[in-house]
């Protein structure tokens, strides 16, 4: 199955016979004092030297989001899309739980954008679906609803199951949905790395969908986080996530390796060219 | 499924529920000039510093291989094993092709040991299987025969399956057997990482039993290879292996991180007091 997202000028496939690819997660105010004192300023340069950064990594999509206290989101978001869409390439990811912002967002928009996301509340499906419908978006859906993020994976993927066969109700083909089975914090529960995997091996074998992940919520309270994260990047990519959203920079070699060791770089030829370029820039 | 080894005063537990156990690598001559030089002129100093670094670095099994062009194996193989284990305390895994040298490496060993390896062949069948049963042994079985190593993963299920009824009806129960599904270089075959992680979880799936892995060959031709062997292990480790064949010094942390994200590793004490460790190392 391959998912199309694109720009005005570039178009990217997702799919498992294609290299991984990557979401840039780090045009995001959470937990970033600097970054939310300069949205709050209506100062947009951090935001665009992060867009150029991201892609310089290898970023494939970017997230945008601009959702922090006393952000007028809806009147700010189309604005920084607008601004990302005029310094960088690569197609978008629509981060935002206002649906006004979203349709504002979408509004301004040129190409597919990725919305993120919908999840399996009866409330979130209604609001975000018929924008993504009208819009001709793709969209991430995460596999939790009004009881929660299910603790057993066969629940997930219920919950997946779900929100796919209303979309496709909808007449979003599941070709247009990234399901995200959610990383939960290892260093709260055992099990928790576990159960997102075997939801992963169970949403790919029974919906045969593409997915997405948020892999760094997954070493929350842990020490050396960065290890965990690039520890569990191989371990979901061979599971069946095609399209993580994370950190680039920081983990685009272990993404590289993984994908010569899953079949999705012919030659190793990327891999060869990253380790090249790495050996040119560190000479 | 639980594999037992031990030493004369430690056991090991291999299983789905335990961490992953590490079987160091490093006593092993191949294209290592100096440790085949000291071997023949039977300086086992080498040897001897070898066991002591590799547990300390934590392997839980050492592998013992003295295979060189002009080393009489059947000699020196049970003097090599004898100096381990008055050197250090984890159980021993066999490394042979030669059954006369195995049969005296088992005569003088202290426990039970691992033998490596018994492959599809007829031929290996016959020749170790019986001594596998006759020392109450465990066995490594490397998914191969007559007609090489098969590149589809249900015909390495097939082969595996073949050594594991074949040992059965010899009275070597299944939890006996680790089975290896053979790593290839990844440079040579764009598909060679897909195939091994495939037949893992078949096999796992199929018959059940624990699994071992010879993992640095996969990376064999590439540049940085640790960075390939690093980023493997995860993906093996997910999809069945629980007690791979490493360089342990390069790969524990690694380990240690994916025990944590797969569930084997409780209130990640492991990692923790490794990382404490480090950074005391360190300071």
Known sequence: MQTTLSSATRTVIIGDDQP??????RINPTGRKKLTAALLAGDLDMIRQEAVEQVGAGADILDVNVGAAGVNE?????????????TVDVPLSIDTANPAALKAALEVY???ALVNSVNGEERSMQAVLPLVAQYEARVIALTMDEQGIPADPARRLAVARKIVERAESLGISRDRILIDCLAMAVGTDSRAGWITLEAIR??????GVNLTLGVSN????????EAINRTFLPMVI?????C???NVARV?????????????DEFAMNYIRYFRAQQKANA
Chains 1, 2 share one sequence.
């Open 110 to 112: 040129r190409g597919k």
């Open 20 to 25: 991984t690819r990557l979401i840039g997660e």
């Open 244 to 246: 993580p959203i994370v």
């Open 238 to 242: 061979a599971a069946g996530v095609n």
């Open 252 to 264: 685009r070699d272990v993404i590289l390796a993984a994908d010569v060791l899953a079949g999705r």
């Open 74 to 86: 809806e009147k700010l978001l189309p604005q920084v899309l607008q601004m990302v869409m005029e």
């Open 202 to 207: 169970l949403v790919k074998a029974e919906l």
């Open 218 to 225: 997954v070493s929350f309270g842990l020490p050396d986080r």
